[in-house]
């Protein structure tokens, strides 16, 4: 008699956990949202252009951050292709929009060459990358962002 395994939630974990033990156990998923996937799913997103398919969750992947991911990816036959990291901001409150990748991107807006508040955020965004490391070896974790960016005076551009 095969030995019975109830899995509780149909995200990533619980169906790969399923997908393991199947062909040995008899597999029950339980999952309370009325889709799999967990916090990975798409969600239509409506706009005056019309209704756009957003995918949320997992944003990354490669092969030597995620080599297991990447075996299982290989078992069940699913491809993958190569694709550019960037990262991009849209505010509509101040109406800032930039796009790190260059110089070019970063300044999209023309104006924002000359926007003192811009100039101090990039300017907070270079500190950040320097304190924030350092921050990483401090044994104190209960430290929020928003508590480091105050006690350091940070802009309230960049927060």
């Given at each position: 008699?095969?030995?019975?395994?109830?899995?509780?939630?149909?995200?990533?974990?619980?169906?790969?956990?399923?997908?393991?033990?199947?062909?040995?156990?008899?597999?029950?998923?339980?999952?309370?949202?009325?889709?799999?996937?967990?916090?990975?799913?798409?969600?239509?997103?409506?706009?005056?252009?019309?209704?756009?398919?957003?995918?949320?969750?997992?944003?990354?992947?490669?092969?030597?951050?995620?080599?297991?991911?990447?075996?299982?990816?290989?078992?069940?036959?699913?491809?993958?292709?190569?694709?550019?990291?960037?990262?991009?901001?849209?505010?509509?409150?101040?109406?800032i929009e930039?796009?790190?990748?260059?110089?070019?991107?970063?300044?999209?807006?023309?104006?924002n060459?000359?926007?003192?508040?811009f100039?101090?955020?990039?300017?907070?965004?270079l500190?950040?990358?320097?304190?924030?490391?350092?921050?990483?070896?401090?044994?104190?974790r209960?430290?929020?962002?928003?508590?480091?960016?105050?006690?350091?005076?940070?802009?309230?551009?960049?927060?």
């Amino acid at each position: 008699m095969r030995e019975r395994i109830a899995i509780v939630g149909a995200g990533v974990s619980g169906l790969v956990c399923a997908y393991l033990l199947h062909e040995t156990h008899d597999v029950v998923v339980y999952e309370a949202s009325d889709w799999i996937g967990g916090h990975t799913h798409t969600v239509d997103v409506r706009d005056a252009a019309g209704v756009h398919p957003v995918d949320t969750g997992f944003i990354v992947f490669n092969e030597p951050n995620y080599p297991e991911f990447a075996a299982l990816l290989a078992e069940l036959g699913v491809a993958s292709r190569p694709t550019s990291m960037s990262f991009s901001v849209r505010c509509d409150r101040s109406g800032i929009e930039y796009n790190g990748t260059s110089l070019d991107r970063l300044f999209a807006q023309r104006r924002n060459l000359v926007r003192p508040d811009f100039l101090r955020m990039v300017r907070d965004i270079l500190r950040f990358h320097r304190e924030a490391r350092e921050a990483l070896a401090w044994p104190d974790r209960t430290v929020t962002v928003a508590d480091f960016a105050a006690e350091r005076g940070y802009s309230p551009a960049f927060l």
